[in-house]
């Protein structure tokens, strides 16, 4: 799973819970979002808006049932 964080904010935002539940958070990569840009798995426009709204976007892996129907 990937954590998207507002930079500015940092871990500041996300619950106590989620975190604990997460693991020991790893930097993937840092990137600068727009609403022009492409993300594989993950709708821009709602990063973007749990990013200002929350301060922070959890991204799932897809589910089993997901990858079974992209092969098809």
């Given amino acids: 799973m990937y954590l998207y964080l507002n930079r500015s904010k940092g871990f500041e935002s996300v619950p106590k ?3 604990e539940s997460f693991g020991e958070p ?12 492409k993300l ?5 426009e709602k990063v973007l ?4 709204g929350q301060g922070f976007y ?3 892996p897809p589910s089993e049932f997901s990858k079974a129907s992209d092969s098809q």
């Fill in 26 to 37: 790893q930097l993937v990569t840092t990137l600068v979002l727009t609403a022009s840009k």
């Fill in 17 to 19: 819970a989620l975190l």
């Fill in 58 to 60: 959890l991204q799932m």
């Fill in 40 to 44: 594989a798995r993950a709708d821009i």
């Fill in 49 to 52: 808006s749990d990013l200002d």
